[in-house]
């Protein structure tokens, strides 16, 4: 019915659905309406290193991207080695969330309960 045709989903980043006429990829597009968006990372060199090029790549592709306030950063294991002030100023992103290295109960989120 033609009545419904505006209730369709142009885009779902979550089913990788993208629909025509789309400019954006539907991950660009979840990403470009989201409130916010937290880049999850480790407190190590080559995590660091990772998470300014993607922190870097999002500034530039997604334009609501330039105002700070919409993107951050989840540290697991600040300060192994280096602590949260420093991934921050490296990646050029404020760090909102630091959670404990924690290898137990990464293993129940990954494999679910032994």
């Known amino acids: 019915m033609e009545s419904f045709a505006v209730l369709e ?3 779902d980043g ?6 025509k006429g789309n400019r954006l990829s539907p991950t660009e597009s979840l990403v470009d309406r ?3 968006v937290l880049v999850v990372c ?3 060199l080559v995590s ?9 790549q999002l500034r530039t592709r997604a334009a609501g991207f330039a105002d700070r306030s919409r993107l951050g950063l989840v540290v697991v294991g600040p300060g192994q080695p280096y602590p949260s002030v420093d991934v921050a ?3 050029a992103a ?3 969330v630091e959670l404990p290295r924690d290898a137990a109960a990464a293993q129940v989120f990954s494999d679910g309960d032994a």
């Open 9 to 11: 989903p142009t885009a």
């Open 14 to 19: 979550f089913r990788n659905y993208y629909g």
């Open 34 to 36: 989201a409130d916010l």
């Open 42 to 44: 480790r407190a190590t």
């Open 48 to 56: 660091v290193s990772s998470t300014r090029h993607l922190v870097a």
């Open 89 to 91: 100023k490296a990646a």
């Open 94 to 96: 404020p760090v909102i």
